[in-house]
């Protein structure tokens, strides 16, 4: 006998955190999280499509082209130093890198000029993004980003119980910073903004975005995806982890998979 529950509702019973994380990767790109799941008698699943995603297509196509742009994957494949410590590296996989682990955090932090305790490693930053989403959403709410924007979070968002308050973007493509704000209300548990912006590519300007941030966080966290960031030449100097110094309520997502060449071994953090 077949039974059907209401994906929302599933995952906010009891099976969130479990069914949520390998849920989130296929939630990204689809209307998914209004699909009935099927349950059998004992009230176990015996096919989701939370499952599909790791089912590899048979057969197997290789690529036919070097760039894959829907992905935004990087061509050139990682430095061929990221690739020789790696090799050296695998023949240790079989102890895990907890060493290894703080010493990357250390030299992020470094890098960040933040301390060691604000950085949060993931498998990715999508891991990371999906995460908070369930955190800051599991007793409701809304929240504010552009539209279109990169629709990860959003999605496990509304997953998890969510309502998505769309700011279209402006006519140059940058976010519409003064109506997000007008936007933000006292359901408001978040504020997402990915800047350089996916899909469009744009830019949002960076002093307009540092007072946005700035005040707005007194209000709500604010969540700023830097994914595209390491394209821009002077990518330090746009980047909004200035603010996590001041204490401001705000979290930043990096990414190992784009300009570092990395989508496949998956590294990612926020600060
Ligand atoms: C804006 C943005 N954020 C985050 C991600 C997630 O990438 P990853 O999980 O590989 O770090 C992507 C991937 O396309 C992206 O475009």
Known sequence: MKTTVNRRDWL???????AGVMAAPYLT??????????????????????????LP???????????KLNANENPYGPSPMAVSAMQEYAPKGNRYAWKELYQLMDKIAIEEGVKQENIMMGPGSSDLLEKTAMVFFQNGGNIVSADPAYMSLIKVAEATGATWKPVPLKKDWSHDLAAMEAAVDDDTKLVYICNPNNPTGSMTDH?????????????????????YLGFLDDATKKSMVSLINEGKDVIIARTFSKIQGMAGLRVGYIV
């Open 12 to 18: 906010k019973k009891g099976v969130l955190s479990a």
């Open 57 to 67: 297509q048979s057969p197997m196509q290789p690529l036919a082209l070097a760039a």
């Open 29 to 54: 790109y689809g209307a998914f999280p209004s699909q009935p799941i099927s349950l059998d008698a004992n009230g176990n699943i015996p096919y989701t499509p939370f499952f599909k995603e790791y």
């Open 207 to 227: 002093d307009e975005l540092i007072d946005f941030c700035s005040r707005v966080s007194e209000k709500t966290p604010i969540f700023v995806d830097e994914a």
